[in-house]
Nanobody, 121 residues
Framework: EVQLVESGGGLAQPGGSLRLSCAAS????????MSWVRQAPGKGLEWVSS????????NYAESMKGRFTISRDNAKNTLYLEMNSLRSEDTAVYYC??????????????WGQGTQVTVSS
């Protein structure tokens, strides 16, 4: 059974930082690309970032470039999202998602339950 379990969310001040983790199990983690997707209150899903199976290529939504860093540790079956210079508009539930192939240009077939990130003073 595929499981994706996010952690690391919480309350951060504007300009602050948080590091999200996603522990994966039930599949061969280093065979697949992974992504982070978020959903702000009252809004639809927004793609945040993706990383290929070996971490060799990463992509970010424009508003996250230079502030967020996606990474993975295949030995630990864990995906990360380092978020710096947080803004109030980053407030959202953050989901990790398994991509259905090794590259980042494919559909998502599994999602975690999400972790809440709130940016507020």
């Amino acid at each position: 059974e595929v499981q994706l379990v996010e952690s690391g969310g919480g309350l951060a001040q504007p300009g602050g930082s948080l590091r999200l983790s996603c522990a994966a199990s039930g599949f061969t983690f280093d065979d697949y690309a992974m992504s982070w997707v978020r959903q702000a209150p009252g809004k639809g899903l927004e793609w945040v970032s993706s990383i290929t199976w070996n971490g060799g290529s990463t992509n970010y939504a424009e508003s996250m470039k230079g502030r967020f860093t996606i990474s993975r540790d295949n030995a630990k079956n864990t995906l990360y999202l380092e978020m710096n210079s947080l803004r109030s508009e980053d407030t959202a539930v953050y989901y990790c998602a398994k991509v259905s192939s090794a590259t980042a240009y494919a559909t998502y077939d599994y999602w975690g339950q999400g972790t809440q990130v709130t940016v507020s003073s």
